[in-house]
């Protein structure tokens, strides 16, 4: 396996993993070197969906991540932004057909030894600029359903080098995201949660995903250098 990244989740609160898992068989893209290691995370309720009821499944507002604060994985210097694309009108199943980048609205941050992209942001939404210095758990940003999505999301990957269209995508163990908070891979499927609060099922370090759930999308990667 590639060397390892830990990290602390880019969000608070409860999450699912949507897609992505180090098991290459439930992997985000294993056709994409970048998205080897990549993740897709949303927010679901008890009964596993993903929008409330009393709105409109295909109207991104009514998605519980659309809006919600998204954060620096860990400490780094901002090199690339992106905030003006919009958000898609829709969240049927397809991406927009008018959508004008893979990544949308999206933070890439360098933390020396690799970088991140955060991707999907909600337009306008971006709270840096290249040159800023963050903090891990910073809020940086929202998400959103720019660029290539279904439904609104949060994708993140770590690489190891830029321009982002040549890097490798490397794994990542998430700080904070397991029952004893030590640092533990997810997988598409498990709810997480930051710091002391467990990975659901509760006390559970899976090495399989829970649910074969949203896996495996290709997406292009864009050369952001």
Request: hydrophobic share 35%.
């Amino acid at each position: 396996m590639a060397v390892e990244v830990e990290l602390r989740l880019p969000v608070d609160d409860t999450w699912t993993v949507y897609s992505g898992s180090p098991d290459p068989e439930y992997a985000h893209d294993t056709t994409i070197p970048q998205h080897r290691y990549a993740y897709d995370l949303i927010i679901t309720d008890e009964a596993g969906a993903s929008y409330d009821a009393a709105g409109d499944e295909a109207t991104v507002a009514s998605h519980y991540c659309f809006g919600e604060p998204v954060l620096a994985p860990a400490d780094g210097t901002v090199i690339d932004t992106r905030t003006d694309h919009p958000d898609s009108a829709r969240a049927d199943g397809a991406p927009s057909p008018t959508y004008r980048t893979v990544y949308g609205n999206s933070i890439v941050i360098d933390h020396g030894a690799f970088v991140t992209v955060l991707a999907h942001l909600k337009q306008g939404s971006v709270r840096v600029a290249p040159g800023d210095q963050v903090q891990a758990g910073q809020h940086v940003g929202a998400c959103g359903a720019s660029g290539s999505v279904e439904e609104p999301q949060l994708h993140i990957h770590v690489q190891d080098r830029i321009p982002l269209s040549v890097g490798i995508g490397l794994p990542v163990r998430f700080t904070g995201a397991g029952a004893a908070a030590a640092p533990a891979f997810i997988h598409c499927g498990q709810r997480v949660c930051h710091h002391d609060s467990e990975v659901e099922p509760a006390g559970q370090q899976r090495s399989t995903p829970t649910v074969d759930s949203g896996v495996g999308r290709s997406e292009a990667p864009e050369d952001e250098g």
